[in-house]
Each structure stands twice: as structure tokens, then as C-alpha cells.
């Protein structure tokens, strides 16, 4: 009987684990993928669609583009697995049985239980998100004057708050909109835990773009119109944005496999397989041990490198052969800001940290290079402009 391969998820994990196993497959498997979304959506891009809607369209690729035809494709969102019986049971469709499953379901936005946080604020995990907040900045900037401007409050100054930062200020300076833009971080730098010199140019090109930072106080309570800061601080904010921090999926809180009980990510080997011999899981789903103590980031980048091994390592335990053990190997940094960017750490370039046009094309080379490698030339080409 030919083995069922079940892939979730149409993320950076998923649609890279989708090429690399057809790859290596060669027809020898029945492979399903299951995504609540028909596209992928180049996520780390997401944010040029607050300031301009249209970039959706060369950013959210559609699953046909990606996939062989004789990969099935379910869209529908995953209740459960039950790995006793083997299946992924789903909202609207039958259960799909599988003999070998990888979990890349991504992650959703975490709130550490911070009161009013997840009732009022928007975040940045979809496509839909990054539209809904363009709306909503759009109105702000209506119903402003330029006695009365138009609040915007961003919590978290990691990589997603500082692009929505930068392309907000793009959005203001293309409409001439009375905004004010505050980006607030409870740790003491932006980007926090990186290196200081990158630190410090992003703060300084974030205050080029007139966005006010406040950093060593951590957001504790909300409400509907004010984001209250510590134990004395406050603002008023129109629109409310909050970027900082990701847990596991709710689908992924029960399943019966090791995991971080506190933010339900699925612990796997090097190999990406879990505890169950049959599951494997990559991406934000995923705690995926490495030399050290620490798992590997939950980046697109990090993402994109285990997704070539994790669709070998599906291939080679089809086929019962060893699996491969993959390490992630950090290629720098490169963080946009509205039109400019910053470079750091980026391979076989002797200067740590930089910005100008070198570091905006190094940006834009990295999503087209993706999009490139899941779809072909022609769409990236399309793309390039809006990167």
C-alpha cells in the first residue's frame, strides 16, 4: 500500500517542505497538503501592505503555483490530531489519515495575559491582519486634523514592530496624514537581544521617520482607549497595533506529543521528528534542538533552511532510510524601515552592520530569491518593486 504523507500548513515550513519532499519523492507517496488558506503569503513582507493593499497581490502566492498536480490540497483548518489513530481531523472536511505527518502550522500571537490586550489590539500574523490595519490607520488619518492627530500605539519592537513601524511613517509621509507614531518595548533596546550596533541603527533610522520609542516598560493593562505603561505611564492611541510575542496553535494544545506546555510548540530532534516516530514538525510549530541550549529561532529563515531537509527526511522515512540531521546556520540580519533597511551579520560581507542601498537591495533580493525558488522567475520579477 502506497504511504500517505499529510503536510500542514502553507507557511514558510510548509510550502518549503511541500518542493523539497515532491522533489524527492518522485511520485512514490501520496502527498496531502492542508492549509486554511489557498496562498502562501510571503509573511515577512506582509507589513508593505499597510502602507499599499496592492502589494497582496505578489505577496500571496497561490498553492497551484507551488505544487505538483499530483499533490491533493484540502483547504480547511486542523482541529486535532490524534496520533493514536493517525489522522488530522478538520473543521469541515473528513479526517485525513496519514502514515507520516509534519506539523507546520505557524504560530498565533501571544498576550502573556495582558489585561485588554487581545480584545483591543490588531496584530500582524496574516494577510488580513496587515489589511485590517491599513484600514484602520487610513481612518485614523480621516478623522485627524492637524490640532488632533491621529494616535498609533506598536507594542513589541522586534522585527515585525519595527516594519510596521517604518511602513506606517511611509503611510503618513505618502498622505501627509496627522499621525503620531509610538513604538513601545518592555526590554531596554529595540530588537531586543541583538547586537547593539544594529540596536542603534535601527533606533536611528526608526527616529529619522519621527517615530517616538519608549523602551524599558512593559505594557501591563489596556483598554479601549488608553495603553497604560509600568506603573505610571500612559497613551492614548486611536489604533492600537501589539507585535510581541508568539505561541503554539490551539489545535496543537491537546495533541498527545512532547511539547512546551506553557505555549504548546511541539519539541522534535535535529531531524524534526517528535516523539511520535510518525510526526515530524518544523517553523514557529516547533522547538527543534540544536547545539546548545537554545532550539532554533522561529524565523523565516531559520524556516526556509529546515524545510529542504524536513522534505528529504519525510522522503527518507517513506522509504525507511536514516534520517538527516540539520543544524541552522544564522546568514545575518536584514530589518526594512518604510523605504531603507539595515543590514547586519549578512555572509561573506566584511562591514558587521549597514544601511544605504546596498542593505534595501540585499532586502528585496531576499524575497525574491524566495519567491523564486516556490514559484519561478516570472512572479519574482513581478514582485521586486514592492520588496
Not at 505577496?59 to 503555483?65: F, K, M, S
Not at 473528513?94 to 501571544?110: C, K, M
Not at 490586550?117 to 485590517?132: I, N, V, Y
Request: hydrophobic share 40%.
Amino acid at each position: 500500500m502506497t504511504e500517505r504523507v499529510v503536510v500542514l500548513g502553507a507557511g514558510y515550513a510548509g510550502a518549503g517542505t511541500i518542493k523539497s519532499l515532491e522533489n524527492e519523492l518522485n511520485g512514490e507517496a501520496d502527498v496531502t497538503w492542508v492549509s486554511d488558506t489557498d496562498y502562501h503569503l510571503v509573511l515577512h513582507e506582509s507589513h508593505r501592505c499597510i502602507r499599499d493593499p496592492s502589494v497582496q497581490e505578489k505577496i500571496a502566492i497561490p498553492v497551484h503555483e507551488i505544487k505538483q498536480p499530483s499533490t491533493s490540497f484540502v483547504q480547511d483548518e486542523v482541529v486535532d490530531i490524534d496520533t493514536e489513530e493517525q489522522r488530522v481531523v478538520l473543521t469541515d472536511s473528513d479526517p485525513i489519515e496519514y502514515d507520516y505527518l509534519l506539523v507546520g502550522l505557524g504560530s498565533q500571537t501571544a498576550f502573556f495575559g495582558i489585561d485588554g490586550l487581545e480584545e483591543h489590539a490588531l496584530t500582524l500574523k496574516s494577510l488580513d491582519d496587515a489589511l485590517e490595519i491599513h484600514d484602520a490607520i487610513q481612518n485614523a488619518a480621516q478623522e485627524a486634523s492637524t490640532n488632533d492627530h491621529a494616535q498609533v500605539v506598536i507594542g513589541g519592537a522586534g522585527l515585525s514592530g519595527i516594519q510596521t513601524a517604518g511602513e506606517i511613517a511611509e503611510f503618513r509621509e505618502d498622505h501627509n496624514a496627522s499621525i503620531d507614531i509610538h513604538l513601545v518595548e518592555g526590554l531596554d533596546q529595540v530588537l531586543p537581544n541583538s547586537d547593539p550596533e544594529l540596536q542603534g541603527a535601527l533606533r536611528k533610522r526608526l527616529e529619522e521617520r519621527d517615530v517616538n520609542i519608549k523602551c524599558g516598560e512593559f505594557i501591563g493593562e489596556v483598554d479601549e482607549e488608553t495603553v497604560y505603561i509600568g506603573d505610571e505611564d500612559e497613551l492614548n492611541y486611536d489604533v492600537l497595533v501589539w507585535t510581541g510575542g508568539i505561541t503554539g496553535r490551539d489545535c496543537v494544545a491537546d495533541v498527545d506529543l512532547e511539547k512546551d506546555e506553557r505555549n504548546h510548540r511541539v519539541h522534535a530532534e535535529g531531524n524534526f521528528q517528535t516523539d511520535d516516530e510518525r510526526v515530524f514538525t518544523i517553523g514557529d510549530s516547533a522547538l527543534i534542538d540544536q547545539p546548545g541550549d537554545q532550539p532554533a529561532p522561529p524565523t523565516a529563515q531559520a524556516a526556509w533552511q529546515a524545510a529542504e531537509v524536513a522534505g528529504e527526511n519525510l522522503a527518507r522515512a517513506v522509504r525507511g532510510q536514516p534520517l538527516k540531521t540539520w543544524t541552522h546556520e544564522d546568514k545575518g540580519t536584514v530589518v526594512s524601515v518604510g523605504e531603507k533597511a539595515v543590514a547586519h551579520d549578512v555572509m561573506n560581507v566584511p562591514i558587521a552592520t549597514f544601511g544605504g542601498t546596498t542593505a534595501k537591495l540585499l532586502k528585496k533580493a531576499i524575497a525574491a530569491r524566495w519567491i523564486n525558488d516556490i514559484t519561478g522567475i516570472g512572479r519574482a520579477a513581478k514582485a521586486w518593486p514592492d520588496m
